[in-house]
T-cell receptor, first 112, second 117 residues
């Protein structure tokens, strides 16, 4: 069955540094969404990528969807303490509408 | 109003109890979801309702019984649970299941933290 792998599972970042989290799928995805879950909170939608090679930016966050639509990345520049939380990718295939497959998540800790 | 509400926030129940979790949204969304999330793990899909009909059941044990009384409400009835069912239960909603060229974003509720003793 479809599997979405996400690395790293844990990322310790100094404030001001950049970091990247990666998602890889064993099958071609129709789209991928990214969510952020703050400690003690619930997942909050960040963005959706649909097109092959798509790149989207939200302020310091840059999201990419691979050409083969099997991988995606989230890059955060100049990390701030507000970036603390766990970032999940969630992939969907055309034969599984509604069944988002979540990656394991990258837990980000920011040191001032 | 872009909020999904869930009650109760916390629930402690014994293995012989029957309880229900409730979820409500007033965004006019026609798809609603139940997820289970263990500590430091991703949300795990349990059920999906589309237009008040059960669309997806991810082989969830029958001790979990979902119900969608109307387009705004989603319940999860619990009976004879096991300690390993202790987790955060998240409800989510989206405008629909299928969107041309993509999918709808999911709005998650704050969750019910369930402890089974």
């Amino acid at each position: 069955g479809q599997q979405v792998m996400q690395i790293p599972q844990y990322q310790h970042v100094q404030e001001g540094e950049d970091f990247t989290t990666y998602c890889n799928s064993s099958t071609t995805l129709s789209n991928i969404q990214w969510y952020k879950q703050r400690p003690g909170g619930h997942p909050v939608f960040l963005i959706q990528l649909v097109k092959s090679g798509e790149v989207k930016k939200q302020k310091r966050l840059t999201f990419q969807f691979g050409e083969a639509k099997k991988n995606s990345s989230l890059h955060i520049t100049a990390t701030q303490t507000t970036d603390v939380g766990t970032y999940f990718c969630a992939g969907l295939t055309t034969d599984s509408w509604g069944k988002f497959q979540f990656g394991a998540g990258t837990q980000v800790v920011v040191t001032p | 109003d872009t909020e999904v509400t869930q009650t109760p926030k916390h629930l402690v129940m014994g293995m012989t109890n029957k309880k229900s979790l409730k979820c409500e949204q007033h965004m006019g969304h026609r798809a609603m979801y139940w997820y289970k999330q263990k500590a430091k793990k991703p949300p795990e899909l349990m059920f999906v309702y589309s237009y008040e009909k059960l669309s997806i059941n991810e082989s969830v044990p029958s001790r979990f019984s979902p119900e969608c009384p109307n387009s705004s409400l989603l319940n999860l009835h619990l009976h004879a649970l096991q300690p390993e069912d202790s987790a955060l239960y998240l409800c989510a909603s989206s405008q629909g299941l299928v969107l041309a060229g993509g999918a709808y974003e999911q709005y998650f509720g704050p969750g019910t933290r369930l402890t089974v003793t």
